[in-house]
């Protein structure tokens, strides 16, 4: 059976000259190749939700890739996809470098300028690593290599104010209530109200997962707040200054491993845009921006479209404008954002009825919104429209059928 390989990488000059080589090997069946961390990550997710078997055995991912940096890509590859073997080509063959590659998941380094003998051992070793992985788990695969992971989704606002964290957290509470698995992320690093809108004292926050580099599931678990919800939350820090050590590879390497553990992780970004914000809302299946129906927040929603789609974060047609505080009297319709923004829309608006609201705001005890409340039943709405909420007749196994929602990045 012939090797399917998959090379990644930025340089189109490389990368033609790696795929010659690949051509070349016996029994090697090159993919196209891709030109990105998005796009390699997004090319796993839709192979290994069409079956298993088609996935590649290697991927090959040059030095030079980008926007995600080389070994963090990796990183995720090895969460997600743990069958596929990983090989880095690269011009540094230190053994620091090897080092830091093994530890991040790959099976194999390969240095530059390539050679056909070094390519085609490395090539060969990491097929038949990944070949026997998947021989040994058997029937077990679809669920070991399937690798799609829980479902992200991230929340942030056009502006303060919208309403974006207690959207974030009722889209929690609905996935957790429906019997799904579900962490909350706090990535409002400076401002961050999770834990007063739901009256917890807590130790650890984000910040603490900082230095570590590698979140093993005893270290993470370490870091979540368990809530009497159920809901696992991992939160901002409390002393806003510690949100810098919160880079953008801190918050892949959370948002990896929290995806590995939770069938739902849902992440509250806030209104600015930090690099960490920025790596959740790249790394998201849906990111949803709230915004509410008035001038000054529509015109903040596109601003902030307009930005995510220069700085390479996310598309606009890949980005979901959820309304709140709707009103059928208003001026501004949810039609009418679409058209402004050039996003997708929630077919579920939020509705202007704060008086619901106020007690348990007020009360910090948000998850006690009374279930009449036609905000709460509106946002959990929007839940079930996302594919967060387990149905009656959704199969057991993790990672199946989450709904069929237009607009959500990796299953399409």
Known sequence: MPTRILPAGADPDAVRSLVTLLSQLPDAEP??????????????????????????????????????????????????????????????????????????????????????????????????????????????????????????????????????????????????????????????????????????????????????????????????????????????????????????????????ALRSRYEVVVVDCGAQLSGAGAAAVEMADTALLVTTPDVIAVRAAKRTVRMWDRLQIRKAEETTVVVNRHSRTAEIQPALVQRITGTALARTAVPAHFKELQAVVDAGRVHELDSRSTVKQALWALAGELGLVKTATEGAHRGGGRGTVGFRRRKE
Do not use: C, N
């Open 31 to 256: 993919q196209p190749p891709v030109g990105d961390s998005t796009q390699l990550v997004d090319t796993l997710a839709r192979l290994a939700a069409e079956s298993v078997d088609e996935l590649p055995e290697v991927v090959v991912v040059h030095e030079r890739i980008g926007p995600v940096p080389a070994l963090e890509l990796i990183r995720e590859v090895a969460l997600r996809f743990p069958a596929v073997g990983v090989i880095l080509v690269t011009t540094d063959a230190s053994p620091g470098l090897f080092s830091a590659a093994m530890d991040s998941g790959a099976r194999g380094l390969v240095a530059l300028p390539l050679s056909y003998e070094e390519l085609a051992s490395r090539v060969q070793a990491v097929a038949q690593w990944s070949t026997g992985v998947r021989r040994h788990l058997g029937h077990a695969a679809s669920d070991v290599l399937g690798g799609v992971g829980g479902t992200v989704v991230t929340v942030s606002g056009a502006k303060g104010g919208t309403g974006a964290t207690l959207a974030a957290i009722q889209l929690a509470l609905a996935a957790q209530a429906s019997g799904r698995p579900t962490a909350l992320v706090d990535l409002d690093l400076q401002t961050g109200d999770i834990a007063s809108y739901l009256d917890i004292q807590f130790r650890r926050s984000v910040a603490d997962l900082a230095a570590i580099t590698d979140i093993s599931p005893r270290v993470l678990a370490d870091a979540v707040f368990r809530h009497d919800t159920g809901l696992a939350l991992l939160l901002a820090p409390a002393e806003g200054e510690r949100g810098e050590e919160v880079s953008d590879r801190v918050a892949r390497q959370i948002i990896s």
